[in-house]
Every structure is written in structure tokens, then in C-alpha cells.
């Protein structure tokens, strides 16, 4: 059975092109976010100022539970995105472990160097440059190459690129901010790199007096560098650190790892990029199951002729069987193995883009091995083989003299099977929908629901396709019969066969249905957001920086008596828990917070409270957006625990929930709370509303970001979206070009194999009298009923879906479509599918009648 399937592959390359196709992009697509997940378990980065510690700790950068207990643990980690703090008194039980020659506290603050052009100098890759002290030099690989150690209150050392930049160098003096403002520091010594390549990330080291002033965090440091003494084993050596820190939420880190602890953007790119290529995964390998079992299924039906006489001449249906798994194994494998160079060179493509929005550094290298080769060739192999192994076990449950009778006459009537199959599909979307109409104010469960209420649609209507094909052709044949002999011709030849209308149809409806859903739900939320951040924002004027803004500032613009008012917002990212599992643990979501002055947050954010009041907001209190509240199971006056950004638990009582969280935050605290856990300590903006005819607010304002470079002054917050949530709008658009190019190929697939497989009929035509006009004027009719039903069926399974979402975050059931996008989708996959038809069609009438109906099916 092997050779006569190796046979039947060389003589029906046609047949088995567009599974071929849809395995090949499926392994490319599964082979990208193999990769990505691979890259994100294994994502580490050479130390540089902690490559001479042998042992670095450094805090968990993720949350496990929102509890005080050590114990508490979460289904899934949520990501920290604010440096975890080490309590400085570790490196006291440290120090006392055998083998341990010093150990070296690592503390961070910001720090800007002002270049020649008033602006502050961005680092490499545009990052922000931070201050360290200077006794943290002992555990990397920086040395004095000018100059001597900062011991003043205003003495610094710059790395050599960043002195460069400045045009400074030893015994020069520059500009940086620190603080509120501006300094005049002396600069007294130049580091490098050995070799002096650039850093990652440029530094400037202060005295160590200095840096805890800066800090102003008692009891806490950055990490702490272990040194050993000789002949001292690593491995050993952090195990024993672990055993003694004492402390839970810390990681011991030896070799690469200490550069997850220096860099934390690594750290936190590791989990987004498990986080994402999961995500994608799971979506692309359930349409590709789709995908592949369509197209091998149609292959074999149009098979049935050579299946029956195989049977009629002795072949066992077990021979059956293997032949036809041999065929779709070999085309598995051969896809297979070739989408894996093909998914290579599209992660190497993407990554730019990745960085370009967040979810990566911008100097992020893949991690190539292996596992997702192994992994994608071997997903499409069981993918193809369960395929065929079901699309072969109808025709094997029957006698080869009624196979042969099949084989002449298709079957219109759907199977006892089908029908109680998709009746139990049709049940589970109406119930999904009624869940999903309970959960209004949930937007994560809704847009959860909404997911798996289109992917069951299509697979209900996939089922009940050949039962839906009969409704169809009623509501379409008056169209079609306008036309009296063409029209007429294609009416008839939709309702005799049924199976091959929903055949052709069911991809259409995968590709119009998934990319409406993905696409539209995500012109949904982008289309709350403006809403929101326009009938919300009453500040006229907004101060935003690249690196941040020094908290005072706030206090500074509210002195000027043209401003009525004005607060500084920090924003940062919380995790907490949305109930338990089965299994007792905790299901932790992360949700955005911002910190607010409570006394000024009325005058220039409206956050529309629907409970309780945002003016007893304060320290140890929280409010809630509706969205949040509902996702975490509070009222007002519950209590609320959840874990900031830099890891500590904090405990606080709900005063007020709001709508307005999508346009702001899920989460408000008030300001000082949030601002004391973030990383830089730093303001992400400050908000301003002037008092009512005031004149020279604006010179009064551009006189202050004098004061402070790097800062801009915006008239207004536009509606713009933050970054995560322009990173998850790419993402859908992502997933929604993946899909319709996926679901493309099935379309393609199945009308030029349908087309092809009617070269007896036409020819039966042409000696009937038919011309070659009326065929081609026929294959018109029969394409536009199948991209009316195709696109009309698909638009209608993405509605219920896209009225939860809607349901979410807007409150209303209608979902914001853009007219010229839902075009395109439409049009794109119409004229795809009519293209695909028409072409094998204008094709096969090249052939003389009389050898067309002489051609061996």
C-alpha cells in the first residue's frame, strides 16, 4: 500500500496540492511560535555589571498569589513588570555561608545625563540610562580607564559611550537630572566594557552615600552579587545561598541567568513571548485541524470511484486505509519539514516588528533549537493522519458494490450522525450565548466566550452544512434563476448536490467569520477607548516625558496661579486573583493601575463612578473599574488584595467602582501608594487644567518644561492608544492576516478541486449544446451563490460573538465594523473564491467534449 500511495502521489499531484499548501503554512506558523516560546523559556542575556559575581539575587520577577503566605500559589504566573526589591538584610545570613568572599549590594535610580542640545541623552537602542553606586562596580566588568572613584555629593562616573555622547570626560562637568531639576555634576572618572564594546544599557555610578539618598528606600537594594573565594564550586555555592537567604519571592542566579537580573526587560519579555505564541498557537492549530481535515476530506470524496473499485477487486478497507493515511503521512511530512526553514525566516522577519511594540528588546535574538522543528512536523503529521483516518471511515463501513453505486450517485440526505452532531453544536452556541449574555460587566470572560462561540459556530455549520444547503438555495434561487438558462443551470446544480455547495461554502465561512470576529472586536475596544479617554479627560493641558517626571513637578505647575488645577499620574501594571481552580489555587489576572492625588483627580479625569465615591480614595483604599470589580468578585467596602508591580502584597478596601477603567486603568490608587513600588519612582504624566480665563497658561507652562528638559507640553491627551494596547491590536491584526491567508488556501483548494472534478459534466454539456460562454456564464452564477451563502453565513456566525464583546465594553450589543475593513474582507475572500472556480473552469473547456467524457475520474 506504501508504493501504490507513493504511485497515487506522483499521478494526483492536484488532489493533493492544497493539503499540502495547508500543512506547509501550518508548520511555517507553528515553527514561529515554537520559536517564540522556546526563546521565552530560555530567554537570558550576557551580564555586564554583574558578570564578576559569581551568584547573583535578584527578586522574582513574577506573581504567584496575592497572599502574605509563602505557600500561595497561582494556576498561572502574571508577570511583574517593577523591579522586585531584595530586603538588604539577606546579605547578612550570605555572608556567613561558606565559600562566600563579600557579598555586594547592587541599588538603582534614575538618572539623565543633559547633552549638548539641552535634551536628555537617550542609551543604546533608546533606552533610559540609570544611576548605580559605585561599590556595585565590584560585581561587573567595568574598570576605571580616566579619571577616579565619585566620592561627592555631585560627582560622577559615565561609561565611556555615554561620556562620549555628552562630550565630557574627566574633570569636565555636565548636566543631569536626579530630581526635580537639573544638576551640575563634576565628572571625575570614565568605565568601560573590556575590549570597550558598547553596553547594553549606559550607566553612571555614583558615590555610594549618594545613591541611597537618591533611592530613598531604606531596607531594600536592587540585588545582591555574591563573591566567591577560590576554588569555590558555583553550583554548589547558590544552592547554599538559596538555603540561606531565608526569603521568599527571590531568584539565585548563576551564569547567563545573573543577566535576567540586571536587565529586567528580558526577564519580562520571556513571559509576553510565552504568553503570545501560546495564544496564536492555540488559534492557528485549531483552524489548521480545520483546515486540513476539509481539504483531505473533500480529496477522498472525490475519490470515491477509485475507493470503490479497490474495494471491488479485493482490497480490505484496513488496505484502504493505509493507502490513503500513507498519502496524507508522506504530504504531512514533506510540509512538515519544509515550513520549518519557511516559520525561521518569518520569526527573523518579525522580531523587528516585535520590538517595535514592546514585546521584546530591541536587540532580542531568537532562541533556535531543536524542539520546534520536531514539534511542528510532528503536529502535522498527527494532524493529517487523524484526518484521513477519518475521512476514511464512511466509505470503508460499506460494501464495494454499494461504494460503487455512491460513487455515481452522491448522497444528499445527511447521516443520523451529522445531524445529532450538529444539533449538539447548535445547542452549545445557543448556551454559550446565553452564558455570555449572564456576564455583561466581565470583558475577559466575554471576549473568552466570544472566541469559542465562533470557532463552534463554524464547526456547527461545517456539520450541518449539506442540511443548511437546502434553506440556502431557496433564499438564493429566485436570484439565480433571473437568469433563465445559466441561471437556471446553476440553481439546479447547487440543490442536486448539496454536500459539494457545503463543501465549497465552509471554508468561506471560516475565513469571513474568524478574521470579522478577530478584526472587529478589536475596532471594538479601540473604539471604547476614544470614547472613554474623550468624555473622561477634563485636563486642557498634559506634561508627558520619555523617561518619566520627576513627582514635584505636579507641585510646581499648581503653584502657577493660571493653573486651577493639576495632579501627576503614575501608571504601572498589578496582578489579582479572579477566584480558584479546581485544584484550590489562585487564577491570578493582571490589570492596569494608575495612581492619582486624590484632592485634585475630580478637576481633570472623570472616571464615572457607578458606586461608592473616588473622593475617599487614600492610602489603604482602591477603586475599581466595573470591568475589574466584576473579574475579582468585589463590592464596595470588601477588601481587596493584590500584588503591585514590584511584587508587594497590598491589602486595601474598595471605595468606589467606576465605567471609564478601559479609557484610565482597572485599577486607582492613591498616588503615593503606587508611586513608592514602581522602578524609576518617577511620574508618567501630569495632568492640568487651567482656571477659567486665565491668560499666558501657555507661557507660564512652556516657562516650567524649560525647567526640565526632555519634557513636552501636549494641549490635550489625544486618543491615542497606550502601548499594550496598540501591541494587542497588532497581535489581532496579526492573527487575522494569519487566518484569512490559511483559510484562503482551503477556499482556493476546494473550488479548483470541486471546478476540476466536473470535467465530465461540462463535457456532458458542451455535446448537449451548451456553449462555452454559457458554462463560463454558469460558473459566474454558481460563484456568486456560494460567496453570497459563504460570506452572508460567516458575517451572521461572527455576530453573536462580536454582541458579547460589544456587550463588554461598550454596554450596548453593537460592535463598531468599519465599513471599507469589513469590505475587504469580504471582497478579498469573495473574489478568492469566484477566482478559483472560474479559472480550472475556462481550463477544462479548452478540452474537446468527446475527451472529457472519455477521461478517467
Not at 477607548?529 to 507641585?555: N, S
Not at 498616588?671 to 519612582?681: D, F, K, N
Not at 492640568?688 to 491627551?717: C, F, N, S, W, Y
Request: contains cysteine; positive net charge.
Amino acid at each position: 500500500m506504501l508504493r501504490l500511495a507513493l504511485r497515487t502521489l506522483r499521478t494526483r499531484k492536484g488532489g493533493f496540492v492544497g493539503t499540502f499548501v495547508a500543512l506547509l503554512l501550518g508548520s511555517a506558523v507553528l515553527s514561529v511560535c515554537g520559536i517564540l516560546m522556546e526563546s521565552g523559556l530560555r530567554a537570558s542575556q550576557p551580564p555586564e555589571r554583574y558578570a564578576a559575581a559569581d551568584v547573583v539575587v535578584a527578586g522574582h520577577q513574577q506573581a504567584t498569589g496575592t497572599g502574605h503566605a509563602r505557600q500561595t500559589t497561582a494556576a498561572l504566573a502574571q508577570p511583574l513588570v517593577e523591579r522586585v526589591p531584595v530586603p538588604a538584610d539577606v546579605a547578612q545570613r550570605i555572608t556567613a555561608v561558606k565559600g562566600v568572599a563579600a557579598v555586594v549590594a547592587d541599588i538603582g535610580v534614575p538618572a539623565q545625563v543633559i547633552g549638548p542640545g539641552g535634551d536628555p541623552l537617550p542609551g543604546p537602542h533608546g533606552t533610559r540610562t540609570t544611576g548605580h553606586n559605585w561599590s556595585s562596580t565590584r560585581m561587573g566588568a567595568y574598570r576605571l580607564v580616566e579619571g577616579r572613584a565619585p566620592a561627592g555629593d555631585h560627582e560622577v562616573v559615565l561609561d565611556a559611550p555615554l561620556a562620549g555622547q555628552a562630550r565630557a570626560k574627566a574633570g569636565d562637568t555636565v548636566s543631569m537630572v536626579t530630581g526635580p531639576a537639573p544638576e551640575r555634576f563634576h565628572v571625575v572618572g570614565v568605565v568601560a566594557l573590556p575590549g570597550e564594546p558598547s553596553p547594553r544599557r549606559s550607566v553612571a555610578f555614583f558615590s555610594d552615600e549618594l545613591t541611597r539618598h537618591l533611592a530613598a528606600r531604606d531596607g531594600a537594594v536592587d540585588a545582591l552579587g555574591v563573591l566567591a573565594t577560590a576554588g569555590t564550586d558555583t553550583k554548589k555555592l547558590a544552592e547554599a545561598v538559596a538555603r540561606a537567604d531565608g526569603q521568599p519571592g527571590l531568584d539565585v542566579r548563576t551564569g547567563d541567568g545573573r543577566g535576567k537580573a540586571e536587565f529586567l526587560d528580558v526577564a519580562n519579555s520571556g513571559s509576553t513571548l510565552l504568553l503570545l505564541a501560546s495564544a496564536v498557537a492555540g488559534n492557528m492549530l485549531l483552524v489548521n485541524v480545520f483546515v486540513v481535515a476539509s481539504t483531505m476530506s473533500l480529496a477522498v470524496s472525490h475519490r470515491r470511484r477509485e475507493t470503490a473499485l479497490l474495494r471491488a477487486v479485493g482490497a480490505t478497507p484496513r488496505q484502504v486505509r493505509r493507502m490513503l493515511t500513507a498519502e496524507a503521512l508522506i504530504t504531512a511530512l514533506i510540509g512538515g519539514a519544509l515550513g520549518w526553514p519557511l516559520g525561521l525566516a518569518a520569526t527573523f522577519g518579525l522580531k523587528d516588528r516585535l520590538a517595535v511594540h514592546g514585546l521584546v528588546p530591541p536587540d532580542f535574538h531568537p532562541v533556535i533549537g531543536p524542539l520546534p522543528a520536531v514539534g511542528a512536523v510532528l503536529t502535522a503529521v498527527l494532524t493529517a493522519g487523524t484526518a484521513a483516518l477519518a475521512t476514511t471511515r464512511r466509505a470503508n463501513r460499506i460494501r464495494p458494490t454499494e461504494a460503487l453505486g455512491e460513487a455515481a450517485d452522491e448522497r444528499t440526505a445527511p447521516g443520523r450522525g451529522r445531524l445529532i452532531t450538529g444539533s449538539l453544536l447548535a445547542l452549545a452556541v445557543v448556551g454559550l450565548f446565553a452564558i455570555g449574555l449572564t456576564r455583561t460587566g466581565d470583558i475577559a470572560v466575554l471576549t473568552g466566550l466570544a472566541n469559542s462561540l465562533v470557532l463552534v459556530t463554524v464547526i456547527a455549520v461545517a456539520v450541518l452544512g449539506p442540511l443548511l444547503s437546502r434553506p440556502v438555495m431557496r433564499v438564493l434561487g429566485p436570484l439565480l434563476r433571473t437568469s433563465q438558462v445559466t441561471g437556471y443551470l446553476a440553481a439546479a446544480n447547487h440543490a442536486a448536490h448539496p454536500r459539494r455547495l457545503a463543501a465549497t461554502v465552509t471554508p468561506l465561512i471560516l475565513a469571513v467569520s474568524f478574521a470579522a470576529t478577530v478584526v472587529f472586536a478589536q475596532t471594538t475596544v479601540q473604539q471604547a477607548f476614544v470614547e472613554q479617554v474623550h468624555k473622561g479627560l477634563r485636563a486642557d493641558h498634559v506634561l508627558v516625558a520619555a523617561g518619566g517626571l520627576a513627582p514635584g513637578l505636579a507641585d510646581e505647575v499648581r503653584d502657577l496661579h493660571q493653573v486651577r488645577a493639576a495632579t501627576g499620574v503614575v501608571r504601572s501594571t498589578v496582578a489579582g486573583t479572579a477566584g480558584t481552580d479546581g485544584a484550590g489555587r489562585e487564577q491570578l489576572v493582571s490589570l492596569s493601575a494608575q495612581g492619582v492625588e486624590p484632592e485634585h483627580l475630580d478637576e481633570v479625569m472623570d472616571l464615572k463612578p457607578l458606586q461608592g465615591s473616588l473622593t475617599r480614595l487614600k492610602a489603604g483604599s482602591v477603586a475599581l473599574s466595573a470591568d475589574a470589580a466584576s473579574r475579582l468578585g468585589r463590592g464596595i467596602g470588601d477588601t481587596v488584595r493584590l500584588r503591585l508591580g514590584d511584587g508587594s502584597p497590598v491589602t486595601a478596601t474598595l471605595v468606589a467602582v467606576y465605567e471609564r477603567g478601559l479609557g484610565f486603568a482597572d485599577v486607582t490608587f492613591e498616588h503615593r501608594t503606587l508611586l513608592t513600588h514602581t522602578t524609576s519612582h518617577l511620574d508618567t504624566s501630569v495632568l492640568i487644567r487651567t482656571a477659567p480665563g486665565a491668560v499666558g497658561a501657555d507661557a507660564a507652562l512652556k516657562e516650567v518644561i524649560r525647567r526640565h528638559p526632555g519634557t513636552t507640553l501636549q494641549d490635550r491627551a489625544t486618543a491615542e492608544l497606550p502601548r499594550q494596547q496598540a501591541a494587542d491590536a497588532w497581535i489581532n491584526y496579526l492573527l487575522a492576516g494569519l487566518i484569512l491567508v490559511y483559510s484562503g488556501v482551503a477556499v482556493a483548494n476546494t473550488q479548483a478541486m470541486n471546478t476540476t472534478a466536473r470535467r465530465h459534466e461540462f463535457g456532458l454539456l458542451r455535446l448537449a449544446g451548451t456553449t462555452p460562454a454559457q458554462v463560463m456564464r454558469m460558473m459566474r452564477w454558481e460563484s456568486l451563490a456560494v460567496v453570497l451563502a459563504g460570506v452572508g453565513t460567516g458575517l451572521l456566525a461572527s455576530a453573536p460573538a462580536l454582541v458579547l464583546v460589544a456587550l463588554a465594553v461598550t454596554g450596548t450589543p453593537w460592535p463598531a465594523v468599519a465599513p471599507l475593513v469589513c469590505l475587504t474582507i469580504v471582497g478579498g475572500t469573495g473574489a478568492l473564491a469566484a477566482t478559483a472556480a472560474l479559472i480550472p473552469a475556462r481550463a477544462l473547456l479548452r478540452t474537446r467534449p468527446v475527451e472529457a467524457i472519455d477521461v478517467r475520474q
